[in-house]
């Protein structure tokens, strides 16, 4: 039922009212070389031949479908989407969230390597929404966003993050 009101109260293009935005990459994409890609295809194997030695067909198959997969995937271009936080909330793409849905943000910024927002949400779909800051001054986003949301203070990147990062499976 709130969420009914929500909707009602704003108006259509609430979110296009801009007190902060750029353009950025839907995700950043790492650059992998041939060896990166060989050494995936090798292990690769190796799991469709223990699939086929333990006789696990299904193991087999869905490893024998991966590297296809991951190639078409791989093709395809980050989109670029617009980032914009307006009195009402962030529209991130067609990704729409009012403040009222956000719990709270963290800025990571160890340039090169780090430069981006990640908001926590209370929605399912979408729980947590990175956004590369694309050179924006994180110093001026965080004084944006600490007038309208809690900031995690001290949040660090997740160990997982860490590693996927590291051996670049993003």
Known sequence: MAKQKEKEILPANAFDEIDLGWIAPEYLRYERGWPWFALLFLING?????????????????????PFVLLLEHRKPPRLVEVIFSPYGLKF?????PYS???AFWILHT????DEIHIR??????SEIVIPMMGINPAFVRQYLVTQ????????????????RLLRLN
């Open 46 to 66: 190796l799991l469709v031949a223990y699939g086929f030695f333990t006789d696990s067909y299904t193991m087999m198959a869905v490893f024998a479908i991966l």
């Open 121 to 126: 949400t209370t929605r399912k779909t979408h």
């Open 101 to 103: 849905h956000i719990r």
């Open 111 to 114: 340039p090169p390597n780090i």
């Open 93 to 97: 793409g067609n990704i729409k969230v």
């Open 149 to 164: 949301i809690a900031e995690w203070e001290g949040r660090e990147l997740p160990l997982f993050d860490t590693l996927v």
